[in-house]
């Protein structure tokens, strides 16, 4: 079945410095892919999304580029913030599906 | 506009009780689903419901889980005889019925089972 991995955390950075969350994916046909966050207390939050190969999602500052060659849609930002503490979760949705299968999700801790 | 809306927000059972989590999604949404989501996991899908009809119920751990939305709107998630390993997070999304319209998640419902 549909599968997601991500990169196990926490991760810890330093304000300012650059960011990389791997993720994974095994689907069959062309799945949806999302990262969503969940900050502390809160709900999950849709970040950004892609539904097709090679587009590339966007959203405060990060970005992810669906690459159907490598099967991958690694989150990235060029310089975080301690605002992006949270957790980030990749997630997919099949191509016949409507269900979400998500990555065990990664803890960000950014330190200022 | 107002988001998904779940309630409670905590829920305290003993062991063999019944509980009831309720899910109130954003208006007009046609598709809603529930996750449960254990410590340190990512949500895992229970069932998924296209108005009132409940086209996918394949992650329902088991016959004590239950899920109506008998409108079309509210749906409730039911769990018979608690166990300590019911005790997770539970969440409701809903969307349009529109392909690649993204899911909007409520809080959540945390249930300790003591």
């Known amino acids: 079945g549909d599968s997601v991995t991500q990169m196990e955390g926490p991760v810890t950075l330093s304000e300012e410095a650059f960011l990389t969350i791997n993720c994974t994916y095994t689907a069959t046909g062309y799945p949806s892919l999302f990262w969503y966050v969940q900050y502390p207390g809160e709900g999950l939050q849709l970040l950004l999304k892609?539904?097709?190969?090679?587009d590339k999602g966007s959203n405060k500052g990060f970005e992810a580029t669906y690459r159907k060659e490598t099967t991958s849609f690694h989150l990235e930002k060029g310089s975080v913030q301690v605002s992006d503490s949270a957790v980030y979760f990749c997630a997919l949705k099949g191509e016949y599906g409507n269900k979400l299968v998500f990555g065990a999700g990664t803890i960000l801790r950014v330190k200022s | 506009g107002a988001g998904v809306s779940q309630s409670p927000r905590y829920k305290v059972a003993k062991r063999g009780q019944d509980v009831a989590l309720r899910c109130d999604p954003i208006?007009?949404?046609?598709?809603l689903f529930w996750y449960q989501q254990a410590l340190g996991q990512g949500p895992e899908f229970l069932t998924y419901f296209q108005n009132e009809a409940q086209l996918d119920k394949s992650g329902l751990p088991s016959d004590r889980f239950f899920a109506e939305r008998p409108e079309g709107s509210v749906s409730t998630l039911k769990i018979q005889r608690t166990q300590q390993e019911d005790s997770a997070v539970y969440l409701c999304?809903?969307?349009?019925?529109?392909?690649?319209?993204?899911?909007?998640f409520g809080d959540g419902t945390r249930l300790s089972i003591l």
């Open positions: 999304a809903s969307s349009p019925y529109l392909i690649y319209q993204p899911q909007h």
């Open positions: 892609a539904t097709k190969a090679d």
């Open positions: 208006s007009g949404h046609v598709s």
